[in-house]
T-cell receptor, first 114, second 112 residues
Framework: GDSVTQMEGPVTLSEEAFLTINCTYT??????LFWYVQYPGEGLQLLLK?????DKGSNKGFEATYRKETTSFHLEKGSVQVSDSAVYFC?????????????FGTGTQLKVEL | EAQVTQNPRYLITVTGKKLTVTCSQN?????MSWYRQDPGLGLRQIYY???????DKGDVPEGYKVSRKEKRNFPLILESPSPNQTSLYFC???????????FGPGTRLLVL
């Protein structure tokens, strides 16, 4: 079945540092890939997505490129802020995977300090 | 404002006492889903609904029931809650299961 693997957290960075959160996936079909963000005490919200190979999703300074050859969708940001502190989830939807649902990774907590 | 609402936001109950968590969306979405979030396990799908009167099991359906009598509402029912159902629950909706899902604010449940 489909699966998503994310790097373990928490990740602690100083403000203005470069961020990378790794995400790799296995899927039977041609999935769409998503990054969702969960701020403290809130539900998840879409951060960015990519629907086909080599697509780059971007939003709020975050970027991720759909790499089919390495089955990866790593999240990056050039300069993080304290307000980026949250839990980040990588997810996929795969028509060939069976089941009409998103498959989520376990989430990576990011803490940004002054 | 487009949103998914859940009630209650927090609930403490005892083993065996039936409860319902409501979920409502105002975006005319056809697809709705319930997830539970547990530390180290991420989000796991409990049940989903492709449209009115169409529901199906997700990955962890045991101990839960759902119904979809109207397009906007998708309640989650725990007929006889047990302590292992202590969790954070999220409802989500979208036009299609492959598309961006919109999440409610979550319901934190403690079963004693």
């Amino acid at each position: 079945g489909d699966s998503v693997t994310q790097m373990e957290g928490p990740v602690t960075l100083s403000e203005e540092a470069f961020l990378t959160i790794n995400c790799t996936y296995t899927a039977t079909g041609y999935p769409s890939l998503f990054w969702y963000v969960q701020y403290p005490g809130e539900g998840l919200q879409l951060l960015l997505k990519a629907t086909k190979a080599d697509d780059k999703g971007s939003n709020k300074g975050f970027e991720a490129t759909y790499r089919k050859e390495t089955t990866s969708f790593h999240l990056e940001k050039g300069s993080v802020q304290v307000s980026d502190s949250a839990v980040y989830f990588c997810a996929l939807s795969d028509e060939g995977g069976g089941g009409n649902k998103l498959t989520f990774g376990t989430g990576t907590q990011l803490k940004v300090e002054l | 404002e487009a949103q998914v609402t859940q009630n209650p936001r927090y609930l403490i109950t005892v083993t065996g006492k039936k409860l319902t968590v409501t979920c409502s969306q105002n975006m005319n979405h056809e697809y709705m889903s319930w997830y539970r979030q547990d530390p180290g396990l991420g989000l796991r799908q409990i049940y989903y609904s492709m449209n009115v009167e169409v529901t199906d099991k997700g990955d962890v359906p045991e101990g839960y029931k759902v119904s979809r009598k109207e397009k906007r509402n998708f309640p989650l029912i725990l007929e006889s809650p047990s302590p292992n159902q202590t969790s954070l629950y999220f409802c989500a909706s979208s036009f299609d299961w492959k598309e961006t899902q919109y999440f409610g604010p979550g319901t934190r449940l403690l079963v004693l």
